[in-house]
């Protein structure tokens, strides 16, 4: 496995969740890293992405509530969920987006689903 998400679960609308993603070192070293997310019935998108140097993107309903951050020593992303909301509710997959000569190239790992009750 190249990309291995962990942390989700059921909390509570206000809680907290913190998520992980261990990388394979290939994949993870140069790359820039992502989270995204996928609700029933919806398409996925996206949450926040880190580049390697450390620049970082959030979706405007994460913002003030979500930190992305990696550690390139231990090939691994985080992601800190504060203040959930329901509506954050989906399975959440870790990206890595490789750069080619042309293009790129995503590498996705299997998702962890998080819960939010109201």
């Known amino acids: 496995v190249q990309l291995q998400a962990s942390g989700g679960g059921l909390v509570q609308a206000g809680g907290s969740l913190r998520l992980s993603c261990v990388a394979s070192?290939?994949?993870?070293?140069?790359?820039?890293m992502g989270w995204y997310r996928q609700a029933p019935g919806k398409q996925r998108e996206l949450v926040a992405t880190?580049?390697?140097?450390?620049?970082?993107n959030y979706a405007d309903s994460v913002k003030g509530r979500f930190t992305i951050s990696r550690d390139n020593a231990k090939n691994t992303l985080y992601l800190q969920m504060n203040s959930l909301k329901p509506e954050d509710t989906a399975v959440y997959y870790c990206?890595?987006?490789?750069?080619?000569?042309?293009?790129?190239?995503?590498?996705w790992g299997q998702g962890t689903q998080v819960t939010v009750s109201s």
């Open positions: 880190i580049t390697q140097g450390g620049s970082i």
């Open positions: 990206n890595a987006r490789a750069r080619l000569t042309i293009g790129s190239y995503d590498y």
């Open positions: 070192r290939s994949i993870f070293s140069g790359n820039a």
